[in-house]
């Protein structure tokens, strides 16, 4: 919903930071992987948003990402498509050697994506379950006002992308069911309205307080809506070296 599709390519797009990389105009491979191509083809997109022409490059280069785009511009899979092709090609990462026993109760995803809601959050899963369709991927969603067993069961099972509310994630970080170290992916989505709700300290233990790979170590790419002083603030801490992207007309 949100997507005029009839004049979306005039939405301007403005990218500032060392080195932008030059933006895409067709969903290809390269730099998107064979398998997401043909899942593009299911969901019948046919061609990428501004905010997904400018995100998929840099995210495959390796770039961290701060941007603002509106609600319905196409931001999951701005993070979703570069994320997954690589992780297809990747394949699975190896375990830490001193985790090895713990394997079979605690989940060590490659990417974790933060979300305020459990609408959103499901939202996300949703879109990375019909993009990771017979791929090796295995996307779990956790959110609070819902049984933790079941969310405990299903990431015992295996859980390479994990989409997550801050408060529930804290939670399982807390009885030792995720590792955040092998991350390569952090993805705040929607950070204004995450901050809004107070999710900040949250947020900040998940980043900082526990075990994930520091900025530079690891790819964070930030979207919101807004770029108001305490996102600027986050974004300074969080992302290393980053690109910024504006997408359409940016309250602040
Ligand atoms: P945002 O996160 O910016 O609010 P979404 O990623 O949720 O936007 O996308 C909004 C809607 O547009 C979703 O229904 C999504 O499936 C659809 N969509 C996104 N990108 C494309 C595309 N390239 N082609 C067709 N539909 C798309
Ligand atoms: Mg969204």
């Not at 290809?28 to 997401?36: F, I, K, R, V, Y």
């Not at 390479?160 to 590792?179: C, H, K, Y």
Request: glycine share 8%; charged share 25%; proline share 7%.
């Amino acid at each position: 919903s949100g997507i005029n599709f009839d004049n979306y390519d005039d939405i301007p797009v403005e990218a500032s930071g060392k080195d932008v990389p030059e933006a895409i105009t067709e969903f290809t491979s390269p730099p998107l992987a064979d398998l997401l191509m043909e899942n593009i083809k299911l969901a019948h997109f046919t061609k990428p948003t501004p905010v997904q022409k400018y995100s998929i490059p840099i995210v495959e280069q390796g770039r961290d990402l701060m941007a603002c785009a509106q609600t319905g511009s196409g931001k999951t899979g701005g993070f979703l498509f570069p994320v997954l092709s690589e992780s297809f090609s990747t394949g699975p990462a190896d375990l830490p050697e001193n985790t090895q026993s713990s394997y079979m109760r605690k989940a060590y995803p490659t990417a974790v994506i933060l979300a305020p809601t459990r609408e959103l959050a499901t939202q996300i899963f949703d879109e990375a379950k019909k993009f990771t369709y017979r791929s090796w991927v295995k996307p779990c969603v956790v959110y609070g006002g819902a049984d933790i067993r079941n969310q405990i069961r299903e990431l015992e099972r295996g859980c390479a992308l994990l989409v997550a509310t801050p408060g529930r994630l804290n939670d399982l970080l807390e009885r030792g069911r995720i590792s955040l170290a092998n991350v390569k992916y952090l993805v705040l989505d929607e950070a204004d309205r995450m901050l809004d709700m107070g999710f900040e300290p949250q947020i900040r233990h998940i980043v900082d307080g526990c075990d994930m790979p520091p900025a530079g170590e690891r790819q964070t790419l930030m979207f919101s809506a807004t770029f108001p002083d305490d996102i600027q603030h986050l974004a300074r801490d969080f992302l290393s070296d980053y690109i910024f992207l504006s997408v359409g007309r940016v309250g602040s």
